[in-house]
Each structure stands twice: as structure tokens, then as C-alpha cells.
């Protein structure tokens, strides 16, 4: 929202009525004195205090010959249409005897434009807001920054009927930047951020929700090692951020992202302690690592990327030729695919070997369980034709044989 202030000095911006009420005086002269601000593409009006109607008046502009073109002497005031910036300069009005009646230092410029805001915050307890101008006024220019709580207590209503508006506190040391301290990470602000200039002022309310602002420092002191006797290992340490208060209830997770150095593609995994084996780099090359953190309970953004560090895993000196040419070929054949941007998702990151155990558990399980199967089917075959032999046997062989197994006194 844009305004001009007419009267320069005696007027009042009443930004209470988009936050509560309050009020910011405009100075005068904004400590330059014996300047007129004036605004591009329109009529400015010199006056010419000493003037006298009985007298005539003569004006001219220090440093050029005549005035701007089109510009004329009413009632003792000189006026310049449709100002454009080769107006800027120092004009001065004389009277009948050329003496001299008023100076006066002509600025041209813009009203304000709306400005551009955003807000972070780097911890659960302040955050900050940041803005640019949206317009080149040509003038100077300051900034007005406040807030207000948007869902307040029955005791903050009593406490504060102006609706607890504060202060976004500046900093001179970091212009364009101001700061909320102590705020509740689970309450919402309303953010005014006005831009003030001598001819007039320009708003940007902005609503702010801690989480969903939230956006840690990256993480420190970055340490990646090598292992020893692990050629395809390294050690991976990091701190949390120092900006981040050591507060067991509000933790944070990160993210490790690492290659080779002669390949663009990166290996992204997650975790949420403060160091990671990695488990499939490759033996003898420089690898680079970086890791990002973010609020535990995925509140928020990522922080940016920590510096980065690097290492290189210990040659397996056991190695054949053969594999070493085998990884050669991988790699060169890696380094032609396309650069990726980072999988967010964690990879499968388990050991080789382990897999190789697996396997071959698997095998030995399998190769016993069909032995039992193939034994438990021979014994079947095997009973099911001794019962077939028995039933084929000729009768009189069955009689035969009973008769010679009995006594001789039985057969007489």
C-alpha cells in the first residue's frame, strides 16, 4: 500500500491501522537543510520566501546560463513542469537590486514502492525478516519495521490493548534486515515492514508462521577420515549449528551428500546422528562431502549445504590388476552419465559383504531342504514296489510254499 505526505513534517503515518495504533512522525527536512523534494513527471513549484508583489523577481539555476525549458515566474515562485531529473540542482531568487532572497536545492525522486519482504528463522526462539525496495526513488529513504502477535492470551489482551505491537529491531551493521526476539515458535506475527521517503510512504503487511519459516544455519566443523584396512570407508563428524539452541525437545535430522570428485552425481542419505560410515565409496579417489540439517519434526526448510570437505578412502593394496581395471571402466562409464541433482531419498546402504553372507545362507538352506525332499521320495518309491512284488506272486507258489513250511504228520 502506497501513500504520499502532503505538508512534510505536520502529518502523521498512521500504520496502527493495519497493525494497532500507532503512529511515526515524518521529520521536515530529513537533516538536510535548504532542500525541496519534489516528485519526477509533475509541476514542482519553487517559492521564493523574500518575495515582495511590489518588486520584481529574477531567478537562475547555479551552473547553467537559463533555466529549464518551459519554466516560468508566478507570483514570485518559479515553476517547472513535468520535472524530469535534469531539473535536480540549486536554484536561487533575487530581487529588483539582484540581491539575493532564498536558495533552495531541488531533489527529484518516487514515491515508495511496495516493498519486498521475507522472513526466516535460524532457531525456535527469533527470527528475522529481510527486504528490498521495490521502486529507485532517487531519494532517501528510511524504514519502519514492526509486529504484532496475531493470537493473543486472555491475560496478553488485558496486558496490551494496542494488540502487542513491537519493534522488529533493526541492525545498523546489516541494513535492509530486522529481528523478532523471544518469539514462540508455535504463534503466528503479522509483519509490517514500511518504506518511508520525504514524499511520502509504502507498506508490506506480512503474516509469519515459525514453522513454516524455520531454517537452521548449516552445520560446522565438517570432518570427513579414512579407515584403516577399509578401502571403501569413510568417517563422516559434524556439529549442530551454533545459532541452534541446545534444547532436548527441538532436535534436528541431516542430510550427507558425497561423491567422487571426478563425478557430478551425488549419493544423498539421511540420518539423525552427528556422524555416518559411508560404505561404498570408491578405494583411492578423493571423495567431497557435504551434510544439511532441518528441524527433527520436518518443520520448515533445509539449511543450505555446509562447506565442503574432503577425503580419500585407503588403496586396497590386496587388489588385482583385473579389478583395478574393472573399476576404472565403472568409473569412466559413471563420469559419462549427466549431472543429477540429489535424490532426497536415503539409499540402500549395506555392506557387500553382508549380502554375500546372505546368499549364501540362502544356498545352504535350500541345498538342505531338497536332499530331505529327495530322500523322503526315494523311501516312498521304495515301499510302494515291495508292495507290488507281493501282490504278483503265482497262487500255487504261495500254496507250495505254505504246505512246505507245515509238519509232515499234518500233510498224512
Not at 524504514?143 to 493473543?152: A, E, N
Not at 551493521?173 to 526476539?181: A, D, L, N, Q
Not at 514500511?194 to 506480512?206: A, I, Q
Not at 565438517?222 to 525437545?249: G, N
Request: hydrophobic residues 40%; aromatic residues 8%; contains cysteine.
Amino acid at each position: 500500500m502506497r501513500s504520499s505526505i502532503p505538508g512534510l513534517g505536520r502529518v502523521m503515518v498512521f500504520l496502527a491501522a493495519a497493525l494497532a495504533s500507532a503512529s511515526f512522525a515524518i521529520p521536515e527536512d530529513w537533516g538536510e537543510e535548504g532542500v525541496q523534494y519534489g516528485q519526477l513527471g509533475t509541476d514542482v513549484t519553487l517559492p521564493c520566501p523574500g518575495f515582495h508583489a511590489s518588486s520584481p523577481v529574477r531567478w537562475r539555476r547555479a551552473g547553467a546560463t537559463a533555466l529549464p525549458e518551459g519554466s516560468a515566474i508566478q507570483q514570485g515562485s518559479l515553476v517547472l513542469p513535468s520535472a524530469s531529473l535534469a531539473f535536480v540542482g540549486a536554484y536561487s531568487c533575487h530581487g529588483e537590486d539582484s540581491g539575493l532572497l532564498h536558495t533552495v536545492s531541488l531533489r527529484l525522486g518516487h514515491l515508495p514502492g511496495v516493498p519486498f519482504v521475507s522472513c526466516r528463522a535460524s532457531d525456535y526462539e527469533n527470527f528475522s525478516c529481510s527486504w528490498t525496495s521495490s521502486v529507485e526513488t532517487f531519494l532517501p529513504t528510511r524504514y519502519i519495521t514492526t509486529y504484532r502477535k496475531k493470537s493473543l492470551t486472555g491475560e496478553e489482551k488485558r496486558r496490551n490493548r494496542n494488540g502487542h505491537v513491537g519493534l522488529c529491531l533493526q541492525d545498523p551493521s546489516r541494513p535492509g534486515t530486522c529481528t523478532v526476539h523471544r518469539s514462540e515458535f508455535w504463534s503466528s506475527y503479522r509483519l509490517n515492514i514500511t518504506e518511508v521517503n520525504p514524499l511520502g510512504f509504502s507498506y508490506r503487511l506480512l503474516d509469519v508462521t515459525m514453522q513454516a519459516i524455520i531454517k537452521p544455519d548449516p552445520p560446522e566443523d565438517l570432518v570427513v577420515e579414512p579407515i584403516p584396512l577399509a578401502p571403501r570407508r569413510l568417517h563422516v563428524s559434524w556439529k549442530y549449528p551454533s545459532s541452534w539452541p541446545k534444547e532436548p525437545h527441538f532436535q534436528l535430522r541431516f542430510r550427507l551428500q558425497y561423491r567422487p570428485v571426478i563425478h557430478h552425481s551425488w549419493s544423498v542419505v539421511e540420518t539423525v546422528n552427528l556422524s555416518e560410515v559411508i560404505t561404498d565409496a570408491f578405494a583411492g579417489l578423493e571423495h567431497v562431502v557435504q551434510v544439511s540439517a532441518k528441524d527433527f519434526l520436518d518443520a520448515g526448510n533445509w539449511s543450505e549445504w555446509s562447506a565442503e570437505a574432503r577425503a580419500t578412502p585407503v588403496r586396497d593394496l590386496a587388489s588385482t590388476a583385473s579389478e583395478e581395471t574393472t573399476t576404472d571402466a565403472r568409473l569412466e562409464s559413471l563420469a559419462e552419465v549427466p549431472s543429477q541433482a540429489p535424490n532426497p531419498e536415503p539409499i540402500n546402504h549395506s555392506d557387500p559383504l553382508e549380502k554375500m553372507a546372505v546368499l549364501v545362507s540362502l544356498g545352504i538352506f535350500a541345498f538342505f531342504i531338497l536332499a530331505a525332499v529327495l530322500v523322503i521320495t526315494i523311501l516312498i518309491w521304495l515301499r510302494v514296489r515291495k508292495h507290488g512284488k507281493d501282490k504278483t506272486k503265482p497262487s500255487f507258489l504261495v500254496a507250495a510254499t505254505h504246505l512246505r513250511a507245515l509238519p509232515k504228520a499234518q500233510i498224512l
